[in-house]
């Protein structure tokens, strides 16, 4: 099948005895729009002169909105994306750089497939709050914005110059925590996002330190279009017992309308052994720590014991989603959850399954 260009940097520059260095695109994820056939990206565009880093997002045709899906019986059209020309203007900015060059990194669509708006969420001052000094008393948040469905044209340009509403989240970073067994730093507390019609919501999840050095996962939740907060403060996901958790996961709500949530975690803080813990189907609109927790992983591994050659060792996410179907609200019910783990002596990936 032919390449197909999602998005491409929007600048390059010469550089003397290099050739020519472009805008880095960096941390892209997907949300598709099964009821209009849509595909949305975000990502980050890094300015090769500059170094500031601006929030896009990227749209294409899977086929239903242009004609494109190929004759009947046939092979599929190739998806159509709006903006894939170097050093075009982005299609959609959805974040402006930060005049103090405060970073903004890690984004993650969700889509309404009942209004066909984008959600996205982002970190604001990650990495930069310990290496930049005009960031340093800057605070690092989560960021959530709503792009209207009426934004999303399939033209060069979207039809809006930016968000329609956008609310953040104060968090405190673990990015200057060293996680035994992990090698990379600084560590991240990238959002995962996941819009609930049912509970007419959208949430965010994330690793956060105000109550443990080594993390806990935290959840909020927003009312659809407004992005008014639902609960007054964040919810702790995990275990109290659990005293490290890391890397979570959620990508759509099932179909009542709850949450499966996923993430590394520990029950010592001085070890370095590592599983993998869930909640499932957690009411996006909850304001208690669930009662239940599953545990995913069927053996634990110790990262101080397992080789690798490679940085990040265990990778910088984990992932879940649930299976889809070709009906609203398009889950079914099973649930594959997505890590990296050492049981076998160097870190390999690995999938679970079950009702989700």
């Not at 970073?103 to 930049?132: H, I, K, Q």
């Not at 370095?272 to 009411?283: E, F, K, L, R, Y």
Request: some cysteine; charged content about 10%.
């Amino acid at each position: 099948s032919d390449l197909v260009i999602l998005a491409s940097s929007s600048l390059c520059t010469t550089v003397t005895g290099v050739g020519q260095v472009c805008n880095f695109l960096d941390k892209d994820f997907m949300s598709v729009d099964p009821a209009r056939g849509r595909l949305y990206a975000t990502f980050t565009e890094f300015n090769v002169n500059t170094g500031a880093s601006q929030v896009e997002v990227s749209a294409c045709d899977l086929g239903n909105a242009a004609g494109g899906a190929g004759p009947a019986g046939g092979t599929p059209a190739a998806p159509v994306c709006t903006n894939n020309g170097l050093q075009n203007p982005p299609y959609l900015v959805v974040q402006q750089p930060d005049p103090n060059g405060c970073e903004y990194e890690g984004s993650y669509p969700a889509v309404s497939t009942a209004t066909g708006d984008v959600y996205a969420g982002y970190e604001y001052n990650v990495g930069t709050n310990l290496f930049s000094p005009p960031c340093f008393n800057v605070a690092t948040s989560q960021v959530l914005v709503r792009i209207p469905r009426s934004c999303l044209t399939l033209t060069a340009k979207a039809a809006c110059t930016g968000p329609a509403a956008r609310v953040a989240v104060p968090v405190v970073s673990m990015d200057a925590a060293f996680i035994p067994g992990y090698n990379r730093f600084p560590m991240n507390d990238f959002p995962r996002v996941a819009v609930s019609g049912p509970a007419g919501t959208v949430s965010m999840v994330w690793n956060d330190a105000r109550q443990h050095p080594l993390g806990d996962i935290l959840l909020q939740s927003f009312t659809l279009g407004s992005l008014a907060p639902v609960q007054r403060v964040p919810v702790v996901l995990n275990p109290a017992a659990d005293t490290a958790n890391f890397l979570p996961a959620l990508r759509v709500a099932n179909g009542k309308g709850n949450l499966d949530v996923s993430w590394y975690s520990r029950t010592n803080a001085n070890s370095a052994v590592t599983g993998v813990t869930a909640v499932i189907g957690v009411s996006p609109r909850t304001t208690a720590t669930p009662g239940s927790h599953a545990t995913i992983t069927s053996a634990t591994s110790d990262w101080n014991s397992v080789s690798s050659d490679i940085v990040p060792n265990f990778g910088d996410y984990t992932d879940n989603v649930l299976v889809t179907t070709g009906t609203a609200p398009y889950v079914g019910g099973t649930l594959y959850i997505a890590w990296s783990d050492g049981r076998l002596g160097l870190p390999q990936p690995f999938e679970a399954h079950l009702p989700g």
